[in-house]
C-alpha cells in the first residue's frame, strides 16, 4: 500500500471524509474494496495519491435500507452483501443477478457497488443491473450534496463525472420493483481467463394489463460509456409482451450502437448475435417476473 500512498484514512461519517478530501486538495483518493483501484495503480494506470480515503468504514454506510417507494444502498455495501439481502432480490431483481457474476467470492466479498459504479467501466454487471433500475447515485463533496441519475455519472472509459479525488458516492438508490414490474441480467462472456464481458445486459418492465406500459434496457460494452437503449425501450411501450416484439427491440437496439469487435474477446459479429439471442430471452423473463410478480434471482441464492 504505501507506493500507492503515503496516508490511509478510514472516516467514519461523510463529513469526515469530506474534511479530509478538503485537506489533501486533489492528492487523495476515494477507495473502497480496493479490486479496482489497487490493480491500477499497481500497473501504473491510476497516479500514487498522498492519501487513501477509505469510504467503507462511514456509519451506516453497510446498510441496505427501505425509505419510502426506494431501496438505499450505502457506499460500502459488498456484492456479496447485495445478493444476500432479499430486498434486493425481490425489488431489484437484476442488480442482485448482476452482482452475483462479478469474480469471485474473494472479489465479491470485498468490491463494492459504489465502487463498481464510480469506476465507470463501460460494462460493469452490477452498473448494468443498476442502471436497468434507473438507479440513483449521491455524491457529497466540499461544494455540498447532490443526487444524479446513474446514466448520467459517465464520462468515458473509466471516466466519471465524480471527482474522486475529492468527492465520495455515498449512497445509491432505486425504484423498488411493484406489483406488475420485473426485471432481469444476462452476461455473456469467454468461459475462462479473461474477466471482461462480450456483453452484458439488464432489462426491466412494467406491465400495465396485458400491455408494457414502461421499459428500461442497459446493455454493454457497447461504447465507451454503459449504454441504454433509449430507442428500443420506447418501441417496446404499448403492446403485449411477445417474442416478435422482444427480437423487433433487439434489432433497434442493433441499429442504435456501433459495435467494436475484440481480438481477444469476440468479433462484432458475434456480439451482435448474442443480443439478438439473448436480449429477447431476457425482456421475455422480465416479463414473466413482472406478471407473476415472482422475482426469483439466478445464479444467486434464494
Ligand atoms: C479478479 C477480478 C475479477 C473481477 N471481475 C469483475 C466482473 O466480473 N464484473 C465487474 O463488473 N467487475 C469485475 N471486477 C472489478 C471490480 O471488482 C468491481 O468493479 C468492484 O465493484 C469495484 O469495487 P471496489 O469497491 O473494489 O472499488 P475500488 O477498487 O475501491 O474503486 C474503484 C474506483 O471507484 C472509486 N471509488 C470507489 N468507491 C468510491 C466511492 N464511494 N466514492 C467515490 N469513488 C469511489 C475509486 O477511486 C476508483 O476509481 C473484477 C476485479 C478483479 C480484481
Known amino acids: 500500500?504505501?507506493?500507492?500512498?503515503?496516508?490511509?484514512?478510514?472516516?467514519?461519517?461523510?463529513?469526515?471524509?469530506?474534511?479530509?478530501?478538503?485537506?489533501?486538495?486533489?492528492?487523495?483518493?476515494?477507495?473502497?474494496?480496493?479490486?479496482?483501484?489497487?490493480?491500477?495503480?499497481?500497473?501504473?494506470?491510476?497516479?500514487?495519491?498522498?492519501?487513501?480515503?477509505?469510504?467503507?468504514?462511514?456509519?451506516?454506510?453497510?446498510?441496505?435500507?427501505?425509505?419510502?417507494?426506494?431501496?438505499?444502498?450505502?457506499?460500502?455495501?459488498?456484492?456479496?452483501?447485495?445478493?444476500?439481502?432479499?430486498?434486493?432480490?425481490?425489488?431489484?431483481?437484476?442488480?442482485?443477478?448482476?452482482?452475483?457474476?462479478?469474480?469471485?467470492?474473494?472479489?465479491?466479498?470485498?468490491?463494492?457497488?459504489?465502487?463498481?459504479?464510480?469506476?465507470?467501466?463501460?460494462?460493469?454487471?452490477?452498473?448494468?443491473?443498476?442502471?436497468?433500475?434507473?438507479?440513483?447515485?449521491e455524491i457529497a463533496g466540499v461544494n455540498g450534496v447532490r443526487w444524479i441519475p446513474a446514466r448520467d455519472s459517465f464520462a468515458g472509459p473509466g471516466r466519471s463525472v465524480i471527482d474522486r479525488h475529492r468527492e465520495i458516492l455515498t449512497r445509491l438508490r432505486f425504484r423498488a420493483a411493484v406489483i406488475g414490474e420485473g426485471s432481469a441480467f444476462h452476461r455473456v462472456m469467454r468461459p475462462q481467463g479473461l474477466c471482461l464481458p462480450i456483453i452484458s445486459m439488464a432489462v426491466s418492465l412494467r406491465l400495465d394489463g396485458a400491455s408494457i406500459s414502461a421499459a428500461t434496457i442497459s446493455m454493454g460494452p457497447v461504447g465507451p460509456t454503459p449504454h441504454i437503449a433509449d430507442a428500443a425501450m420506447k418501441s417496446l411501450v404499448g403492446d403485449p409482451p411477445s417474442a416478435e416484439k422482444f427480437s423487433e427491440a433487439a434489432e433497434i437496439a442493433l441499429q442504435n450502437v456501433t459495435l467494436r469487435g475484440s481480438k481477444y474477446r469476440a468479433t462484432t459479429e458475434y456480439r451482435a448475435q448474442m443480443i439478438r439471442t439473448y436480449l429477447p430471452l431476457i425482456l421475455a423473463r422480465a416479463a414473466e417476473r413482472a406478471a407473476a410478480s415472482r422475482h426469483l434471482a439466478e445464479g444467486v441464492a434464494s
Open 1 to 137: 500500500m504505501t507506493s500507492f500512498c503515503t496516508n490511509y484514512h478510514s472516516p467514519v461519517s461523510v463529513e469526515e471524509a469530506i474534511e479530509l478530501l478538503r485537506h489533501y486538495d486533489g492528492d487523495a483518493r476515494v477507495v473502497g474494496g480496493g479490486t479496482d483501484l489497487l490493480v491500477e495503480m499497481r500497473r501504473g494506470l491510476r497516479r500514487p495519491v498522498m492519501a487513501m480515503i477509505d469510504a467503507t468504514r462511514i456509519a451506516d454506510c453497510k446498510i441496505i435500507s427501505r425509505s419510502d417507494d426506494c431501496v438505499l444502498i450505502g457506499c460500502g455495501v459488498t456484492h456479496t452483501e447485495i445478493i444476500n439481502n432479499a430486498t434486493i432480490k425481490k425489488f431489484g431483481t437484476c442488480l442482485a443477478e448482476g452482482c452475483g457474476v462479478i469474480g469471485g467470492p474473494q472479489v465479491r466479498n470485498v468490491g463494492t457497488l459504489a465502487g463498481n459504479v464510480a469506476h465507470a467501466l463501460p460494462a460493469g454487471d452490477g452498473t448494468m443491473g443498476f442502471l436497468a433500475l434507473a438507479g440513483e447515485i
